[in-house]
């Protein structure tokens, strides 16, 4: 059983990937970008509660989103993979992630980190803002502040893996076919 954690900054295209991975491998897709704002959608106590965090583009705390995680995790009897978007953001939540897993006897196969630069990431967020309709794609700076607050937080997830060897930089910078075949190259040696 693999499970993937698909890593990498706000637009780094980590949605564009995860519905081509689930295709391709049959990964139960995990993200908690998608959970929250599905529990906001329908107005849940969950999406009330995250909704004020998400708009200003700051994190959710990690009580709330890893009792949420583990939440749906359980839901999946004999899955064949699990492909983890968005999730861990904080090295509580990959600590929080390692020891359920290890719970369950699983653990994280490896982590691929979508490498993109600031200026591309921004320039995406604010096109995908025209369409997407999210609250959080629609300034420059609750652009900036998501930014700045992965570079803060999210980004010693990174090192958390790379201690353990998993960590796998993908360049996600090109066309998304290009991106996708090198992920698949990625995940299918294990
Ligand atoms: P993006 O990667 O483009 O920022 P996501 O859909 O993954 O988009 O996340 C949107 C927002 O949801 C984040 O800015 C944050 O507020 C919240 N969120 C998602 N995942 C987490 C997480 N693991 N921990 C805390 N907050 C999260």
New binding site residues.
Partial sequence: MKNIVLFGP??AG??TQSEFLVEEFGFIHL????I??YNILNKTDLGVL?KK??DE????P?SL?IDMLKSEFVKYVDPLGFLF??????EA?ATALDRFLAQEDLRITAMLGLEVPDEELMSR?LERGKVSGRP?DANSEVIKN?LAIYYKETAVVQRHYENQGKYIAVNGVGSVKQISSVLKAEIGQF
């Fill in positions: 706000p637009g980590k949605g993200s908690t970008g998608d929250f704002r995250a965090y998400m583009g700051r994190l959710v990690d989103t978007d968005g999730f861990p953001r904080t939540q967020l959080d998501r």
